[in-house]
């Protein structure tokens, strides 16, 4: 599995439920990734999508509370969805929010990160990656200017 997200230089990944900000490029990087392949993600952040479910993926929801979704595979636990994981032949990405990205982060082998190189005053946060020993970084895009921010896309790979 694959961690997808945008990070600030506070590690804020998201705001009052959603995203921290809109960033063209990097929405752009993101459907052309996850683009016929697994998404997978909370209830919450299924529910913060415009249109649902993401189109031309499959998508599976982790959630306690819901046991249906239209459009979606609906997981109540952790263990039933790493199960199914398992027989999926297609690359599959964590695509959020906070809980549901600690809780997948141990078994994934890469990371797709956007550094937005500013402080979005965000309220859920992920791990500074790059302090983290257990992951490399393999490699990084220029510095791109997108609706007003500046980004660079990095992909970090797990360490054997």
């Not at 209830?43 to 913060?48: D, F, I, L």
């Not at 956007?114 to 979005?120: I, K, V």
Request: with cysteine; glycine share 8%.
């Amino acid at each position: 599995m694959t961690l997808i997200l945008v990070m600030d230089n506070d590690c804020a990944i998201g705001r009052n439920g959603g995203l921290l900000c809109s960033l063209p490029a990097d929405m752009k990087h993101f459907r052309e990734t996850t683009q016929g392949a697994v998404v997978v993600m909370g209830r919450k952040t299924y529910e913060s999508f415009p249109k649902r479910p993401l189109p031309d993926r499959e998508n599976l929801v982790l959630s306690r509370s819901a046991a249906n979704i239209e459009g979606a595979r609906v997981f109540g636990d952790f263990e039933s969805l790493l199960d199914y994981v398992k027989t999926v032949k297609k690359e599959v990405y964590v695509i959020g929010g906070g809980e549901v990205y600690r809780q997948l982060a141990p078994y994934c082998d890469e990371a797709l990160i956007t550094r937005l190189y500013e402080n979005m005053g965000g309220d859920v946060f992920f791990e500074d990656i790059d302090r983290d020993p257990q992951w490399e970084l393999t490699n990084s895009s220029i510095v791109v200017e997108t609706g007003c921010k500046k980004i660079r896309l990095m992909r970090y790979v797990r360490k054997k």
